[in-house]
């Protein structure tokens, strides 16, 4: 795997990715929305941008909700563990953004940035290292 590669995939191996080239953006996000989903203070992504930087192999299923933006996005996860493997974005078609811990590799993730750090939850801190964004990243 080189620099720019980053392979993973669900808990089952159903479900396959590669992702090539540098991360756009390394961040945890703590909106509502990422906390309820993840069951926890919030989530976390490495974010890819091309047509074709993040590559699949296995089926996913996906299920969508409304961000603050109003935009729509799109969770996938693998239909037999239930794994999330990454999110797509209806008003961004070419920004992938895959959960780190489902990397080969998990250990390569290196967040930059909070984002809804507004809505932080007293018990999930952050290093304070990162930059703070009261909502999300700017368009």
Not at 86 to 108: C, K, M, N, Y
Not at 114 to 125: K, T
Request: glycine share 10%; net charge neutral.
């Amino acid at each position: 795997m080189s620099q720019t590669t980053y392979c993973g995939g669900c808990a089952c191996g159903a479900v396959r990715y590669e992702a090539t080239g540098a991360p756009v953006a390394e961040l945890h996000c703590q909106c509502r929305h990422c906390q309820m989903r993840s069951g926890t203070g919030h989530s976390s992504y490495l974010v890819f941008a091309g047509v074709d930087a993040v590559r699949v192999a296995g089926r996913l299923q996906g299920w969508s909700v409304a961000g603050d933006s109003g935009n729509e996005k799109t969770h996938a996860f693998c239909p037999t563990c239930g794994t999330p493997v990454l999110l797509t974005f209806v008003a961004a078609p070419t920004i992938t953004a895959i959960h780190p811990a489902s990397l080969d590799a998990p250990e390569r993730f290196h967040p930059t940035l909070v984002a809804y750090g507004s809505r932080a939850l007293g018990w999930d801190r952050h290093d304070p290292a990162l930059t703070v964004l009261a909502k999300g990243p700017p368009a």
